[in-house]
T-cell receptor, first 119, second 112 residues
Framework: GAVVSQHPSWVICKSGTSVKIECRSLDFQATTMFWYRQFPKQSLMLMATSNEGSKATYEQGVEKDKFLINHASLTLSTLTVTSAHPEDSSFYIC???????????????FGPGTRLTVT | LAKTTQPISMDSYEGQEVNITCSHN???????ITWYQQFPSQGPRFIIQ???TKVTNEVASLFIPADRKSSTLSLPRVSLSDTAVYYCLVGDTNQAGTALIFGKGTTLSVSS
């Protein structure tokens, strides 16, 4: 299947600083990428939908000025957590859709995730 | 988007077949059913996707009855390494811009 990578895999930052997480589709082009957040022992929560060349669409309750998303190319989307606070500590996962194979819909592939710890 | 209901947890032993059933009573005509596996601190891994009847790949089978209001993921002869959380999702995956929404998932524990 298609591969989605994320960088970094983990990051520790101080409260008040900003952190950028990169998401890349390695062997396919993704016009749309999705960003999820997962707290311990919980399911994935959709944060935003990132569209190449246009503004991201944020889910209700997600602060767009805090979680800046840039989808500059068909293979790269970035999530910047601005002025991070300890409550932003979480597992951030990006995802992208590949084109449908015959007889099925799009397959959605997920990156390995980025563990953010804010101290 | 259709909501899904799965058992919170299941236990099994190595070598057994495991069937995880998911209810999605409000599934829409264009929705596909997709199952993912997630290990701790990793991103979800695609297992299988289907629209109706039966789909089989090298790791699992997916059974979908005619009314499509439920589906069953079948894992043949599980091993310890199949211990993970399994998510059932429904959504119109022909729409590139529509994200899949995760429910609570089923935690499968496989013992020796």
């Amino acid at each position: 299947g298609a591969v989605v990578s994320q960088h970094p895999s983990w990051v520790i930052c101080k409260s008040g600083t900003s952190v950028k997480i990169e998401c890349r589709s390695l062997d396919f082009q993704a016009t749309t990428m999705f960003w999820y957040r997962q707290f311990p022992k919980q399911s994935l929560m959709l944060m935003a939908t990132s569209n190449e060349g246009s503004k991201a669409t944020y889910e209700q309750g997600v602060e767009k000025d805090k979680f800046l998303i840039n989808h500059a190319s068909l293979t790269l989307s970035t999530l910047t957590v601005t002025s991070a606070h300890p409550e932003d500590s979480s597992f951030y996962i990006c995802s992208a859709r590949d084109f449908p194979t015959s007889g099925s819909g799009y397959e959605q592939y997920f990156g390995p995730g980025t563990r953010l710890t804010v101290t | 988007l259709a909501k899904t209901t799965q058992p919170i947890s299941m236990d099994s032993y190595e070598g057994q077949e495991v069937n995880i059933t998911c209810s999605h009573n409000n599934i829409a005509t264009n929705d596909y059913i997709t199952w993912y596996q997630q290990f701790p601190s990793q991103g979800p891994r695609f297992i299988i996707q289907g629209y109706k009847t039966k789909v089989t790949n090298e790791v699992a089978s997916l059974f979908i009855p005619a009314d499509r209001k439920s589906s069953t993921l079948s894992l043949p002869r599980v091993s310890l390494s199949d211990t993970a959380v399994y998510y059932c999702l429904v959504g119109d995956t022909n729409q590139a811009g529509t994200a899949l929404i995760f429910g609570k998932g089923t935690t499968l524990s496989v013992s020796s």
